[in-house]
């Protein structure tokens, strides 16, 4: 079978809502093809819906950060009293926190992507030529991008392998990992959409003559 019909064969296997039909599809070599233009086209999709809902703009990545940070605070906490108090400890406990931890790190990412506190090197960049700064910057983005491609070829197929062997997080009888698992390439998707937004920014920047490279702030909108 050729890789574009590997691809072509990826979307059905996606809609079907079958995890062995699936994970047969992402395990093809045409998966990386199909996940290139996902990655791309999901990434302008993602812009768009930044663009249009700013409070999701400004609040989606962290407020999902800060909420599973607080749900992590709260199980540790909960599990450090239910020990040595009452003798007792929920299974999950170890185990639930690791799968939030991972969420809170990706959409974290994405949002630092967004204040490009990643890669930045704000002060030798600006240093150089204009063209240079672009160059620089353009560069950025297809490392992002590719990034995010790699992500979600990968975190799709561990998905979907998951869920086609009803794995279930240890300790938890009734919570399955591929729950926790199929945010990876959600986080991800959005991620590339920052990644557009940012390169947009910067050639709209570069073409009006307005300052390119800028200080990147830790933790706060630029």
């Known amino acids: 079978m050729s890789i574009l019909a590997e691809a072509a064969g990826v979307g059905p296997a996606l809609f079907s809502g079958s995890a062995w039909k699936m994970k047969d599809a992402f395990y093809t070599d045409g998966m990386w093809l199909f996940c290139f233009f996902f990655t791309f086209l999901g990434g302008i999709l993602a812009h768009w819906f930044y663009r249009l809902v700013p409070f999701a703009d400004r609040h989606l990545e962290r407020g999902i950060a800060v909420s599973t940070y607080l749900i992590i605070s709260g199980i540790i906490f909960w599990g450090v009293i239910d020990r ?14 690791p799968f939030l931890f991972m969420i809170m790190a990706w959409f974290g990412c994405s949002y630092n992507v967004k204040l490009r506190t990643h890669l930045s090197f704000s002060e030798f960049r600006s240093k150089m030529s204009r063209p240079g700064q672009m160059a620089a910057l353009t560069m950025d983005a297809v490392l992002w991008f590719g990034f995010c491609w790699i992500a979600i070829t990968t975190s799709m197929r561990f998905t979907a392998y998951s869920a086609d062997n009803f794995q279930l997080v240890d300790g938890v009888d009734d ?48």
């Open 84 to 97: 040595f108090i009452f003798s007792n400890q929920w299974a999950g406990s170890t185990t639930v926190p």
């Open 175 to 222: 919570t399955m990992k591929w729950w926790f698992y199929v945010t990876v390439p959600i986080a991800f998707t959005l991620m590339s959409g920052r990644v557009v937004g940012n390169w947009l920014e910067d050639w709209r920047n570069y073409r009006s003559g307005d300052d390119i490279i800028k200080t990147a702030v830790i933790g706060g909108d630029v």
